[in-house]
């Protein structure tokens, strides 16, 4: 069993940053394929980021060169910074890991953008 619990999240102005952190426990981290998912209202949940175990990332065509995916397992804890931050960024965030059947999701955390 794996517990995820993001943060970060936040009310920003279009340009700004931020940095989301999600950190797991209950298992051994460094195994999972870590991923970020966004949520907007009245959208499907969409793939942002992910991140495998070896460290190899992939990102979704809208934040390509604007948000980074990194790992610490060290701290049992995947990261997303996101740059110039568009009001289209805005939707409840959600941290993501997985390894072979197994699938556990976090809460999610708000993300806002004002133009």
């Known amino acids: 069993q794996v517990q995820l619990v993001e943060s970060g999240g936040g009310l920003v102005q279009a340009g700004g940053s931020l940095r989301l952190s999600c950190a797991a426990s209950?298992?051994?981290?460094?195994?999972?394929?870590m991923g970020w998912y966004r949520q907007a209202p009245g959208k499907h949940r969409e793939l942002v980021a992910a991140?495998?175990?070896?460290?190899?990332?992939n990102y979704a065509d809208s934040v390509k060169g604007r948000f980074t995916i990194s790992r610490d397992n060290a701290k049992n804890t995947v990261y997303l910074q996101m740059n110039s931050l568009k009001p289209e960024d805005t939707a409840v965030y959600y941290c993501?890991?997985?390894?072979?059947?197994?699938?556990?999701w976090g809460q999610g955390t708000q993300v806002t953008v004002s133009s």
């Open positions: 993501r890991a997985r390894w072979g059947k197994f699938d556990y």
């Open positions: 209950g298992s051994i981290f460094s195994i999972y394929a």
């Open positions: 991140i495998t175990s070896g460290g190899s990332t």
